[in-house]
Every structure is written in structure tokens, then in C-alpha cells.
């Protein structure tokens, strides 16, 4: 369904960073009834896009029509005044209050002249409407993220929001979680109103767009009609090259259990139950993926194995050696290596060239150190051998780490941790942020590093990545895995249930 104008229409809209151009002379325009997605990598000016459209920033130069007519957004007040709705991928609710609570906040309509009762009314016909299922006395904090969102898109409904923008929805969402969402969206543009999407996954945007418009460092490279373009077009638009998605690997060969992780239980940052005695094994050769939401127990999971937090109770076994509650170096200098979640805080020092970052786990054994001196030499040429391995593009070894992208840190940060030939690997969202052409480097590495023996535990968000990549795939829920199932063949409806905290309803097959 179109019609003659656009209900939103953006020209050469352009607006600087510092030191970043991060919108180009874009311009943009979406219909009535149509789910218009936004697609592009990380940093190609979605976000910044509209969040000129919702009124949170200003452009530096360009025009805003709306319903064809030009408008002046100074705030986001003015933006919801003209119909215009945005879900930020960090909510802006307020815990200890209410759903409806949340929802009528700081509205201009004097609410003495709607009763509570009202207002419960008109947010229960808005979620029968359109399939947003919340609670409106429930209390934001006793909200799953996926009830938050609801609440959110509920709060723009309510303001007569007819054009919806919502800024990657489903990353804190199970696939269930995101196929109702989907559901939602469609029944909204059925409805008149205009949906903007903002993603950087094919899959997605495939699956619930009408029309697709790409950034690319801050401009539009096309826009299209949904029915006429594939995946791989859209990812040679994002990237600006030819991107490759199979991933080819070999059936696991069998062997030995390298990691055994027996009844885990750790403590959050907060001093609560994060691991709730977590059991499995990673052999050799094997990549086992863990998936879950956010927020259930990964990064404590990782840090547990790598020392980095206690265990208070429970076993760690490293082919089979005791290892539970070693400190990082002890743990590390048995070839375990660590994919941080936080690259640049955890795996890398920034104000450190290349090479001394390279090096930072090694420089104290030959054939790089000898007692307390280092061996230069030897050093640069250890490190422009990897430099060239893997690719990552930088002047040179002594060029500083703060300067490259997030591809290139994370082509170094696998280089070091790959040079040390681990018997295990712990990988937490290794692709995180990473562009098509990057995302398909590391798990190239990821892959010939399981063809070498090593175990690979790869902790990820993304489940196609983790189905691609792994032997077996682990679900984590508040701190249990509700199941572990091969990946070839599996379900992704299983997995999302367990996701969402369902344990499988088989025995979990616990590995030797
Ligand atoms: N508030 C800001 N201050 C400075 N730079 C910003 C700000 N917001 C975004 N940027 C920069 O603008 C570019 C585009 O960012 P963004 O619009 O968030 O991209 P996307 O949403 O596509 O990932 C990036 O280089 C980002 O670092
Ligand atoms: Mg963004």
C-alpha cells in the first residue's frame, strides 16, 4: 500500500561528529503501510538518522517533510506531535513505576481527566490490537525485556505515533520473542501506520521489509524493493564487496574432553546467582556453542574458566588437571586463550603500539624474552609475520592500537590469542559489532583452529553464527543450560523455547 506522498520524507540530510561524518547528503524516504528497513554495519549513520528524524539531534543542513509537509524538529516533543515514535535500543522507562504509569508519563493531556481505569482501558485495546501482550499494572523492573519492549512500542501507540521507528529490536529478543514482534509490525503497517527498522541482519530485514534502504559510511548506497534483491546483493551493498556465506567444515573427528566444566556456580558482579552449576565438556576439535539472551550467564561463564572469577563451587578440569578457581595467568600459560567481550578494556591496551600488544602474553618466555631482556629482533619479525597473517591493516608494529577499526582489533586480538596454539579457546562474541567481510574473517580463524585440535567454546548472540560454527550448541538460561543439542539438524524453535527458559524436555546429554 503507498500513496501519492511519503509520509516521511528526508533530503540530503547531513550532520558531523567530530572527526566523523556520520550522515552524507542522505536521503530518505518511506511510505505509509510500508515496513521500510534501515539496514547497514555497525557505525554507517542509522541510528544517527533517526535519531534526526525523532528529534534528538539536529542535522547540520537538510529538510524534513512529513505527510508532505516541511517541518522544524527541535525536540522530540515535536517529533511525537507530528506523529513520530521511537523505540532506542536502550529503553527509556522507569523501573519502579508501572506499565500505565510509563506509559502516560510526561504527557501534555491532563491526565486528571482520565482515570486510571481509562487509561488501563486504552493500553488493553491497543495490546489486544495488535498483539502486545504486557500487563498494565505490572511494575517495568518485573518485565522480561521483550514485555519492555511491548511497553515501549505501547507508549508511542498511545501517543498517536503513526510513523514507528525502532532502532535494532530484536537484538534483546528470543526468535519467538522476534517473530511476534514481526507479527506486530505487519498488523501496524496493515493498519496505515509507517514502520522504519533499523537492522544490520539479512535474515531480518529479508523476512519482514517491504523496502530496504543501505548506509554505508554515512550514505545511502540504494534503496530497493524487498522482492527484488537477496541476501547476497544487500551484503555487497553493506560491505562494498562480495561476501561469501557458506561455511564449509569438516564432521568432528572425536576426542578428548579438553574442557570439563563440573556443577559451576559463580556470583554476579551485583553479589547474585549467575551460575547455578552449569555442567558440559568441550573436546578436541570441537566447537560448542553457547547461545542464550543476554545476560544469562555468559560473561561469568567465560570468566569462570578463565580465572577471572571465582567459582563458589563447582570444578573447572583442563585435560583433566584441576584448574577451578587458578588465577588468569596460571590458567592462561596451560594454551587457553580468551576472546574478551570487551576488546579494547579486557583484550587489548590501547595506548600500546601493535607489537607490544602482540606480544603482551608471550614476553617473558624465549623465544621472545630471555631472563629479563627481550629480544627485538625476534620480535618484529614475530609480529610482521602475524601482522601479515591475518591480515589486519595498520602502518606497521609500532603503529598504536586506538587507531584501527573494530575489524582490525579483533584480527589482532585473534592473532595473539591464536599464535599461542590453544588447547582451548574461549571466544565471547567474537563478530560483536564486526562488518560482513570482518565477520567472515574470524570465523574462518574460528574454523582452522578447530581443524587443529584446539576446543573452542563460543560464546554468541547470534544464533545463525553459532549453528554455522559450532559441533553442538548449549542453552543458557539464568545461569542453567536447559539443553544441549547438536547444531546440524537442529531446531531453531527448540532453541528458542529454551532461550525463553524451557528445559528440553530429553534428559540433557551430559558429554564424557
Ligand atoms: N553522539 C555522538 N557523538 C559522536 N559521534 C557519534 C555520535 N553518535 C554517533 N557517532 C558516530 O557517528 C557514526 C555513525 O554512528 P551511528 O549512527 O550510531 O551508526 P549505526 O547506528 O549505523 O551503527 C559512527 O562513527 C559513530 O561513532
Ligand atoms: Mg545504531
Not at 559450532?470 to 547444531?487: K, N, T
Request: glycine residues 8%.
Amino acid at each position: 500500500m503507498t500513496s501519492a506522498v511519503p509520509s516521511v520524507q528526508m533530503l540530503v540530510i547531513t550532520k558531523r561528529f567530530p572527526g566523523v561524518l556520520a550522515n552524507d547528503h542522505i536521503d530518505f524516504s518511506a511510505n505509509a503501510g510500508e515496513i521500510h528497513a534501515l539496514l547497514g554495519e555497525n557505525g554507517a549513520g542509522k541510528s544517527t538518522l533517526m535519531n534526526i528524524l525523532s528529534g534528538l539531534y539536529h542535522p547540520d543542513q537538510g529538510d524534513i517533510h512529513i505527510h508532505g509537509r516541511r517541518v522544524a524538529l527541535r525536540s522530540p516533543r515535536d517529533a511525537i506531535s507530528l506523529g513520530i515514535g521511537m523505540v532506542h535500543q536502550h529503553f527509556m522507562l522507569v523501573e519502579p513505576h508501572t506499565v500505565a504509569e510509563n506509559v502516560t508519563l510526561g504527557l501534555d493531556e491532563p491526565r486528571f481527566l482520565l482515570n486510571s481505569g481509562q487509561i488501563e482501558q486504552k493500553i488493553a485495546a491497543l495490546s489486544e490490537k495488535y498483539g502486545l501482550k504486557v500487563d498494565p499494572e505490572a511494575r517495568i523492573w518485573q518485565l522480561s525485556v521483550g514485555e519492555q519492549q511491548r511497553v515501549e512500542i505501547i507508549k508511542m501507540l498511545y501517543r498517536n505515533a503513526d510513523i514507528l521507528i525502532l532502532d535494532e529490536p530484536t537484538a534483546v529478543l528470543t526468535p519467538q520473542e522476534a517473530r511476534e514482534l514481526f507479527a506486530t509490525l505487519k498488523r501496524m503497517a496493515a493498519e496505515g501506520h509507517t514502520i522504519i527498522f533499523i537492522t544490520h541482519k539479512l535474515d531480518e530485514v529479508m523476512a519482514i521489509s517491504d523496502r530496504i534502504t543501505v548506509l554505508r559510511k554515512g550514505r545511502v548506497v540504494s534503496t530497493v524493493f524487498t522482492s527484488a534483491t537477496s541476501k547476497q546483493e544487500l551484503a555487497r551493498m553493506m560491505v562494498g564487496r562480495e561476501v561469501f556465506f557458506q561455511v564449509t567444515k569438516s564432521p568432528w573427528r572425536g576426542g578428548q574432553a579438553v574442557l570439563r566444566v563440573e556443577a559451576a556456580r559463580a556470583l554476579s558482579d551485583k553479589g547474585l546467582p549467575a551460575l547455578k552449576g552449569v555442567s558440559f565438556a568441550v573436546h578436541e576439535g570441537e566447537i560448542l556453542g553457547v547461545a542464550g539472551v543476554a545476560g544469562n550467564g555468559q560473561r561469568e561463564l567465560a570468566e569462570a574458566i578463565t580465572g577471572l572469577r571465582p567459582l563458589t563451587s563447582g570444578e573447572v578440569y583442563l585435560c583433566d588437571r584441576r584448574i577451578t578457581n587458578q588465577n588468569p595467568r596460571q590458567i592462561l600459560d596451560q594454551k587457553v586463550s580468551h576472546i574478551p567481550e570487551d576488546r579494547l578494556g579486557m583484550g587489548l591496551i590501547p595506548n600500546l603500539s601493535l607489537s607490544d600488544n602482540l606480544i603482551l602474553k608471550g614476553y617473558f618466555a624465549p623465544p621472545l624474552g630471555r631472563g629479563p631482556f627481550l629480544d627485538q629482533k625476534a620480535i618484529d619479525a614475530h609480529c610482521r609475520e602475524l601482522i601479515s597473517r591475518f591480515e589486519v591493516m595498520a602502518p606497521g608494529p609500532d603503529s598504536s592500537v586506538k587507531l584501527l577499526s573494530g575489524g582490525n582489533l579483533q584480527r589482532l586480538l585473534l592473532a595473539r590469542e591464536i599464535s599461542c596454539c590453544p588447547r582451548l579457546m574461549v571466544a565471547v562474541h567474537p563478530t560483536r559489532g564486526l562488518d560482513v567481510g570482518a565477520t567472515e574473517a574470524v570465523h574462518k580463524m574460528l574454523l582452522e583452529q578447530r581443524e587443529e585440535g584446539a576446543a573452542i567454546l563460543l560464546i554468541s548472540e547470534d544464533l545463525d553464527e553459532l549453528l554455522s560454527l559450532s559441533d553442538r550448541v548449549a542453552v543458557l538460561y539464568e545461569g542453567e543450560i536447559m539443553g544441549i543439542v547438536p547444531a546440524q539438524g537442529a531446531q531453531v524453535e527448540e532453541i528458542g523455547l529454551m532461550m525463553a527458559g524451557t528445559k528440553r524436555a530429553r534428559p540433557a546429554e551430559v558429554a564424557a
